[in-house]
């Protein structure tokens, strides 16, 4: 009997992917900007037939049973937002089983030691990086986005995410030798010497509860950053988009059989309608670990009764603009534009509260008055969305009836700034889109803005002034949370003040974005996304702290 | 109106300890020995006059208001194991002031930035270790640690976990840079570029619950932790243990006024008598961080309840020795024997359960039977303790009443093995002494076995075997927990099957050890201490997980 929790010698799918990985890692510790995985769906980045082959691979899973070999009967949850039928059918295995098999499974992967565990994690990115454009049109039809979108947030950008969470936890799992000779002097008797081996531990089954609307984007750093460090997953989808997991779990499956793992490593538990199992599932005491993005409710449930639990959340929070003053007040207008458009607002990074002055603010054009910025930003939102055809490009479709309600009942509350627009898509007839709405409220009215409104609903707060909008920043975002926050002056004075603000409530913030950086979008490698320091997120998806406590060292010893 | 959390330019303390610093770290990550702090009290290390002047300066706290200046009225609520009357008055400050003054303490000390933070827990380090005489004192009088005993876990040895800490803390900040500059091309069109800055902000206040036997050692690894990583630190030590925190506070104070900082950055929380406010602390708001060494039953209430806060608990555990054979058996003997009696078995790593089967062990003298071992070990605690002048260097005295009724009523359980002895301490007419108590028992016992007995009391427990020995090593530390395993055998399988139970339940393992290493001794930058991985602990109190949590990062960006 011997324990191998540290292999010796390099694993092949180690060596074979190690280049990628020090490059991952050269980038964390710079922050500078790479990609593993090409964000353009262009046939020249990946060949004539790779977007057609997607896509009918997309298609074969329709109607049909999904082939994954879990035991079970099958359920199908999903609507597509786009209105195609969609009808796939996943195993249905119950929670003893997938739990009684993660926990099986963990041994053998906590023994094949670090690098085997992330070459093998490389491996399985790179093979759905193979699969990229099938991954995209899933994503694209579960949860609503426009493809080219789909193809980035859900596809590469999200195997970048997967790709720095297996980096970091290398670096965490390495930091400390896997064994050492300690020798302490005695004076002039014999040193005492020993020699030590240091194991590193996973915590137990890992619990992955996806959202609606980005299950790979969000579901992809815990995943990898878990089984990566020898924990088993069971990958929860939401039921409104389980195949962007499934297939990810698919050949995740495929490539630990391959390389002679037990596939149940990862799991998927699809649920019947209404079954809510992830109540169930994170509370189990074989789960160490639940990764959840989705509502406060669910998540603050989680976090108080997932007690056995290491319980990492993002749910919601409110957004905000800061605007103060610009010199590029075009640039502000159509970068603030095009941020509530994409994916119609239902990004959880997408700004909800814009706050201005009544008065108006100082741009390069001159004074310009409340109304007229107003006017600036909804005829860039219009101009973006006026034609159905380019529109639905940027917004994609409403990804569930939740968030269509909200945006009727959303032109009930203040003052109409700009109403949203039922649009028809050109390619599919029973998508639902709807442009994005704004409303003008008052500071006053902060039991409307000073809660999250998710999906293309935004509210320009009229405020008495800079120093008032830069206090309802920090009110909003201390009590309820945000993911990010945006401030436009021309005064260094302002937008320190709005850093410490930043600073002092936990939110990352971005400055007089008016070129093609968006503030609802973050870099793999370079942008942190969440702080874990404000009510949005107990924890930051993209660092360090991330993975730290995913795994254990055990130390053993013995004289030399 | 600026943001400083990071400041330019070496702090003149950093400057000052960062040749400590630096080998700190080397030491961490190559894990072999260094300690920076000399842990031989000799003149021919200190000088001749420091020893003297530290007793001194204990004895000047006796029965006097402890020279520290926070507000409230006085409390005393210690009582020397040694017998000697304490007196030793604290002010008492309320907890609204604490957290008030907390609170308002903290943004100068984030925006201080990381070198500055680091430099002044690094003097303060170099301050207490010029107190290092006094503050052994007060250990060695509240806890009843012998001297030599409290100079090193209480003085020096705590210093280098404390070192440790800042160490950690120091690489985790500084993992990611300051700022950084990203630029993504965009083919034809000019790249996108950003610059962007990395704030590390501390998660809030943060409470250290010390405990009754290692107010330091215990103590320093989340003080530390939590103030290099800009955290404003309450320190609410045992009631019976106030002084050697009192005087961590009291000179951790002095070098942030002598600095500039608020002194409030580090307070102590002396409560009168049952007043309890550790609860009270814990679950306010304010607290963010929380560090305990205590009672399961407190500590299991701290995770369940401060869930505000990220909650550090080591807790009981049932240490366990495996014997399965030896070609030293003498060594052996005194190995176990000097761990049963050290600090009287009052260390949460003393071993409490040692396994060995009823027909005896295989040894290079031949075949032992189990009376045989049994009165191997027990010559071996009477040889350190018979003499009683120099049988009290070693064990010290009964930390309380607790310890000390837990001894008779062990001595009910079982079959005698060794009773405990009530020694007259020759040079503390009141001190209360006992010798260690071992009790016979058989692998049915594990009411009584499978729980903690903390104090000089230890369990043989005869097993039909050894497999059957690692079954009950296994099933008592997975179900309570362990900070500390040992093993002997001469038989690599045995070896590998121990590592395999301690890899599986989370512990750490020594391995046939005997000569001058015990196995509840752990060397700073070498051993870790808890793994987090079982019941007896949620943390490792000395690696990079348990400072990852206590910071956050904010970032801000503009275009370059």
């Given at each position: 009997m011997t324990v191998t929790t540290e292999a010796t010698g390099s694993h092949p799918l180690f060596a074979a992917h190690e280049k990628t990985l020090t490059q991952a890692l050269d980038t964390i510790w710079r922050r500078g900007f790479w990609s593993a995985y090409p964000e353009s769906p262009s046939p020249r980045v990946y060949g004539e037939t790779a977007a057609g082959e997607g896509k009918a691979a997309?298609?074969?899973?329709?109607g049909a049973d999904f082939p994954l070999d879990q035991p079970g009967d099958r359920v199908a949850t999903e609507s597509s937002p786009f209105g195609l039928p969609l009808d796939v059918r996943y195993p249905h295995t119950g929670v003893d089983t997938l739990l009684g098999n993660a926990t099986a499974a963990l041994p053998g992967w906590r023994d094949a030691g670090v690098e085997a565990r992330v070459g093998v994690c490389l491996e399985i990115l790179a093979r759905l990086h193979r699969h990229v454009f099938e991954l995209a049109n899933a994503v694209q039809f579960t949860?609503?986005?426009a493809f080219v979108m789909a193809f980035q947030a859900g596809g590469a950008n999200a195997l970048d995410r997967g790709l720095e969470a297996v980096a970091y936890s290398y670096a965490a799992m390495t930091r400390h030798p896997a064994g050492a000779h300690w020798e302490k002097p005695q004076g002039k008797r014999p040193a005492l010497a020993m020699d030590k081996k240091y194991h590193v531990i996973p915590r137990g089954v890992a619990l992955l509860i996806g959202c609606n609307t980005f299950p790979t984007w969000n579901g992809y750093p815990g995943l990898f950053a878990s089984l990566a460090t020898g924990n088993p997953v069971v990958v929860k989808p939401h039921p409104g988009a389980v195949l962007p997991l499934a297939i990810t779990v698919r050949y995740a499956r495929e490539v630990l059989a391959e390389q002679g793992f037990d596939e149940n490593l990862v799991q998927l538990a699809a649920e019947a309608p209404g079954e809510r199992i992830a109540a169930e599932l994170a509370t189990r005491p074989e789960v160490r670990i639940v990764d959840f993005t989705g509502s406060t409710e669910f998540g603050d449930w989680l976090e108080a009764n997932a007690r056995q639990a290491q319980v990492y959340t993002e749910k919601a929070g409110v957004n905000t603009i800061v605007v103060d003053s610009t010199d590029d007040f075009a640039g502000m207008c159509a970068n603030i534009g095009f941020s509530l458009t994409l994916y119609s607002g239902q990004m959880c990074t997408t700004p909800q509260n814009i706050y201005l002055p009544a008065g108006g603010i100082d741009t390069e054009q001159g004074h310009k008055s409340f109304d007229e910025v107003a006017d600036g930003i909804t005829a860039a939102v219009r101009k973006l969305t006026d034609d159905d055809a380019r529109g639905v490009e940027l917004t994609g479709a409403i990804?569930?009836?939740?968030?269509?309600?909200?945006?009727?009942?959303?032109?009930?509350?203040?003052?109409?700034?700009?109403?949203s627009r039922t649009?028809?898509?050109?390619?599919?007839?029973?998508?639902?889109?709807?442009?994005?709405?704004?409303?003008?409220?008052?500071?006053?009215?902060?039991?409307?803005?000073?809660?999250e409104w998710f999906g293309?609903?935004?509210?320009?707060?009229?405020?008495?002034?800079?120093?008032?909008s830069l206090a309802a920043f920090e009110r909003t975002v201390a009590e309820r949370g945000a993911l990010t926050a945006s401030v436009?002056?021309?005064?260094e004075a302002v937008l320190a003040a709005a850093e410490r603000v930043a600073v002092t409530v936990g939110v990352h913030l971005s400055e007089n974005l008016t070129g093609g950086v968006y503030v609802n979008q973050s870099a793999a490698f370079s942008d942190f996304h969440a702080t874990g320091a404000n009510p949005a997120a107990n924890a930051c998806l993209t660092d360090d702290a991330?993975?730290?406590?995913?795994?254990?060292?055990?130390q053993s010893r013995r004289h030399s």
């Amino acid at each position: 009997m011997t324990v191998t929790t540290e292999a010796t010698g390099s694993h092949p799918l180690f060596a074979a992917h190690e280049k990628t990985l020090t490059q991952a890692l050269d980038t964390i510790w710079r922050r500078g900007f790479w990609s593993a995985y090409p964000e353009s769906p262009s046939p020249r980045v990946y060949g004539e037939t790779a977007a057609g082959e997607g896509k009918a691979a997309f298609e074969a899973y329709l109607g049909a049973d999904f082939p994954l070999d879990q035991p079970g009967d099958r359920v199908a949850t999903e609507s597509s937002p786009f209105g195609l039928p969609l009808d796939v059918r996943y195993p249905h295995t119950g929670v003893d089983t997938l739990l009684g098999n993660a926990t099986a499974a963990l041994p053998g992967w906590r023994d094949a030691g670090v690098e085997a565990r992330v070459g093998v994690c490389l491996e399985i990115l790179a093979r759905l990086h193979r699969h990229v454009f099938e991954l995209a049109n899933a994503v694209q039809f579960t949860t609503g986005q426009a493809f080219v979108m789909a193809f980035q947030a859900g596809g590469a950008n999200a195997l970048d995410r997967g790709l720095e969470a297996v980096a970091y936890s290398y670096a965490a799992m390495t930091r400390h030798p896997a064994g050492a000779h300690w020798e302490k002097p005695q004076g002039k008797r014999p040193a005492l010497a020993m020699d030590k081996k240091y194991h590193v531990i996973p915590r137990g089954v890992a619990l992955l509860i996806g959202c609606n609307t980005f299950p790979t984007w969000n579901g992809y750093p815990g995943l990898f950053a878990s089984l990566a460090t020898g924990n088993p997953v069971v990958v929860k989808p939401h039921p409104g988009a389980v195949l962007p997991l499934a297939i990810t779990v698919r050949y995740a499956r495929e490539v630990l059989a391959e390389q002679g793992f037990d596939e149940n490593l990862v799991q998927l538990a699809a649920e019947a309608p209404g079954e809510r199992i992830a109540a169930e599932l994170a509370t189990r005491p074989e789960v160490r670990i639940v990764d959840f993005t989705g509502s406060t409710e669910f998540g603050d449930w989680l976090e108080a009764n997932a007690r056995q639990a290491q319980v990492y959340t993002e749910k919601a929070g409110v957004n905000t603009i800061v605007v103060d003053s610009t010199d590029d007040f075009a640039g502000m207008c159509a970068n603030i534009g095009f941020s509530l458009t994409l994916y119609s607002g239902q990004m959880c990074t997408t700004p909800q509260n814009i706050y201005l002055p009544a008065g108006g603010i100082d741009t390069e054009q001159g004074h310009k008055s409340f109304d007229e910025v107003a006017d600036g930003i909804t005829a860039a939102v219009r101009k973006l969305t006026d034609d159905d055809a380019r529109g639905v490009e940027l917004t994609g479709a409403i990804v569930n009836d939740a968030v269509r309600d909200r945006v009727s009942a959303a032109a009930q509350v203040g003052e109409s700034v700009l109403d949203s627009r039922t649009v028809a898509h050109p390619a599919h007839a029973d998508a639902v889109v709807r442009t994005p709405l704004i409303r003008r409220l008052t500071v006053a009215d902060d039991t409307v803005y000073g809660r999250e409104w998710f999906g293309p609903i935004s509210f320009l707060v009229a405020t008495e002034g800079t120093t008032a909008s830069l206090a309802a920043f920090e009110r909003t975002v201390a009590e309820r949370g945000a993911l990010t926050a945006s401030v436009y002056s021309t005064d260094e004075a302002v937008l320190a003040a709005a850093e410490r603000v930043a600073v002092t409530v936990g939110v990352h913030l971005s400055e007089n974005l008016t070129g093609g950086v968006y503030v609802n979008q973050s870099a793999a490698f370079s942008d942190f996304h969440a702080t874990g320091a404000n009510p949005a997120a107990n924890a930051c998806l993209t660092d360090d702290a991330y993975v730290a406590g995913r795994f254990r060292i055990v130390q053993s010893r013995r004289h030399s």
